[in-house]
């Protein structure tokens, strides 16, 4: 099945052993801070130049996709300075890196619900989908406000919808048209999910997309990651054998996948 963007669903991976995909978990912002006696804010800052840094070294590197987990739908229990600090980081980013973005041919866009962000957030949000969306260098997409299940939940709101309404017979519903309601409709799957700080879980981010996704776990803070730590994590990947249920290694998913 090709989907809107033009890409072959499930087909991620590329023969030079580049990730065509990867996700990034930006972990231990807070902990990095605390180490040096900053504020956490100060944590959060740095981690915006390191985000800055990786978008330029994945291009460098052939990568395809950047998800980077920047605010989850669970990160509102935070203290609200804090969730007003990541909001002013998230606009921040936008108005300064915008025009660099779009000059290094990157399409920004940015997943995750927008009902709950401030009006102001959510025009310069469009203002950059917009502005990059015939871009094909790198395709950053900004998981804020993002939470996988509600994502998950969401899709099957909307076939059931277009079921109850007669636009859909549910005997058609397969992984294909559930991938094709997420938010990341169009985007290949993830191949390898970096997470750093050192802890080892998905907290809600791109469940449905990275089954078959190649996990790195890096015990460095994410304002310490650079281009370096990105080709680390990939040559940790490269030694990986991605088999996607079968018993021998393949570059991509068979496209009739059902394997374990
Ligand atoms: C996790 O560190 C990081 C976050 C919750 C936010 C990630 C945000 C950035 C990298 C900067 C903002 C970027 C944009 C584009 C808005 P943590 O605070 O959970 O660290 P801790 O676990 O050590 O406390």
New binding site residues.
Partial sequence: MRNDLGLSAGVTAQDDGVPRHVGII???????AAARGFP?LE??RR??K??RRTVRAAGELGVKYLT?????SE?WRRPPREVAD?MM??KR?IRNDLAELHGNGVRVRIIGSRDELMPDIRNLLIEAEELTRDNTNLTLI?A?NYGSRQEIAMAARRLAEDAAAGLLDPKLIDENLVASRLYTAGAPDPDLIIRT?GEERLSNFLLWQSAYAEFVFLPL??PDFDGAALEQAISIYRGRQRRFGDVAAHSAPPSAMTGS
């Avoid at 930006?26 to 990095?32: A, C, E, F, H, Q």
């Avoid at 980077?68 to 989850?72: A, G, I, Q, R």
């Fill in positions: 930006m972990d231990g912002n807070g902990r990095w956490r944590g959060h981690g915006v390191a985000l980077v987990y920047s605010f989850s990160n990541l980081l998230l980013f900004v804020f700080s803070h994410w």
